[in-house]
């Protein structure tokens, strides 16, 4: 097992893959800017290196200045945790020139996965089934055509990145040219690559997505869905598993095509399959995530397998602990507790934390990087906590969340709480029914999304 391995994060996902690595009796080093010297995830680690100012993009995401912490450290493998350069070629193949283990995919996967139209044409030659679309880059006047045939409303999506950039849903084929530029300009700023593809929206639809664990000896571990329908700007804010929206019948076919397509690419380490759910529950693929997931907890739950832990595990060369489809009892629910003030358009809301109180009981787990006197900066994603809650049924569960969302006691900045509270009360929610518009569909009819 490797002896010393560092934290290319900051952050709940940090402080989460410390304790991982303290677990398996690995030294754990953490880097940090200087506006995060004194954060949690600095203070649990053995050992901590300062790798640049705030920015990210002096920071988190000079790969030179993680590739020397690690050297100086006598580091052997990093892990990316998610964001930042989880999903970075270019980082792999700078651990590779350095002898380090980088504990994620391959370079080679991860090049041919994260630009998302390479991947359709990858998951059409495994047999996943495909939203109608173009198979790679369109221009302007080719997205007209495709738009046109397989019939409005489309998305146009960039070929690179995600998290909703360079994302834009044209109703007709009067907004497409406007769309088109606005997304490609969007895309050019955010990942450097203005190209766009073109896929048909699928309308009312569900977000589910497959978790997977491969292993370097051919073994693959699937380890069932996770519901994210629940969205603001494409960003997920509540997540659950089981799915109230799939069938056994529906399941099992996702989780047979994820397992074709891994092996088909030689997948190695953890990913997650994203996939729509159509009006009559019929699944497209839409990406891959060649990472650990923010909501990864809820299929831990329901499992029992310590995703993180598999990881390293895989990275050192082991087998898989569990092959096949993966065991699982219960419900999950997490809920991502944002610094957003819900009121104001989910505006960011950087700050002091004067008060934090994490809720606790039997089913109840909390991720996070916050303390009371914590500063949360500006510079970086609004998450502060996941609460993450499991018990035998979904009706047991949520009412487990919305206690445990009660007691959690946060002041001195806004948040999202109070919205998820609302969330997971009402009436739609409970019945299992929703979809990716739910946020649209309420505003008015939940009282944390109010104008203040």
Do not use: W
């Not at 044209?170 to 969007?186: L, M, Q, W």
């Not at 997505?209 to 960003?235: F, K, M, Y």
């Amino acid at each position: 097992m490797f002896e010393r391995v560092l934290v290319a994060n900051r952050g709940e996902i940090a402080v989460r893959v410390i304790r991982a690595l303290h677990e398996l009796d690995i030294e754990a080093v953490a880097v940090y800017s200087t506006a995060d010297r004194d954060a949690l995830h600095v203070k649990l680690a053995d050992r901590a290196v300062c790798i640049g100012p705030p920015a990210a993009s002096d920071s988190y995401l000079v790969i030179s200045n993680i590739i020397a912490a690690a050297e100086t450290t006598g580091a052997t493998a990093i892990h990316p945790g998610y964001g930042f350069l989880a999903e970075n070629a270019e980082l792999v193949d700078a651990c590779a020139d350095n002898d380090i283990v980088f504990i994620g995919p391959s370079a080679d996967v991860m090049r041919r996965l994260g630009d998302k139209a390479q991947a359709k044409i990858e998951m059409r030659s495994a047999g996943v089934p495909l939203v109608p679309g173009t198979d790679g880059a369109a221009s302007l006047a080719e997205a007209r055509t495709v738009a046109a045939e397989i019939g409005y409303p489309v998305l146009l999506k960039a070929t690179a990145g995600g998290g909703g950039k360079g994302m834009r849903l044209v109703h007709g084929p009067d907004e497409i040219d406007d769309a088109y530029a606005a997304a490609s300009n969007e895309a050019e700023a955010a990942f450097g690559e203005g190209a766009l593809y073109v896929e048909r929206a699928v309308t009312p639809a569900r977000h589910v997505e497959i978790q997977v664990l491969c292993d370097t000896h051919g073994n693959v571990l699937t380890l069932g869905e996770r519901e994210c329908s629940i969205q603001r700007r494409h960003q997920k804010l509540v997540e659950e598993s089981p799915s109230p929206a799939l069938t056994p019948e529906t399941r099992e076919a996702m989780e047979a095509a994820v397992e074709r397509a891994c092996r088909a690419l030689g997948y190695v380490n953890a990913g997650t399959f994203e996939f729509l759910l159509g009006p009559e529950g019929e699944p497209y693929f839409i990406e891959v995530n060649c990472r650990l997931q923010v909501e990864h907890p809820v299929t831990e739950l329901v499992t029992g397998i310590d995703i993180v832990r598999e990881q390293i595990r895989v990275a050192n060369g082991a087998n898989l602990s569990h092959v096949g489809r993966a065991e699982r009892s219960g419900h999950a629910i997490e809920i991502r507790i944002n610094a957003e003030d819900p009121t104001r358009g989910f505006t960011p809301a950087p700050g002091t934390v004067t008060r934090f109180r994490p809720p606790l009981g039997p089913g109840v787990r909390v991720d996070t990087a916050t303390y009371e006197g914590a500063t949360i900066p500006p510079y970086y994603d609004s998450l502060i906590a996941k609460l993450i809650v499991h018990d035998d049924t979904r009706s047991a569960a949520i009412s487990r969340a919305v206690r445990a969302l009660r007691e959690f006691e946060i002041e001195g900045i806004p948040t999202t709480r109070d919205l998820a509270i609302d969330v997971l009360g009402s009436r739609e929610f409970a019945s299992g029914r929703y979809s990716t518009s739910y946020l649209e569909e309420m505003e008015g009819r939940l009282p944390s999304l109010a104008p203040a």
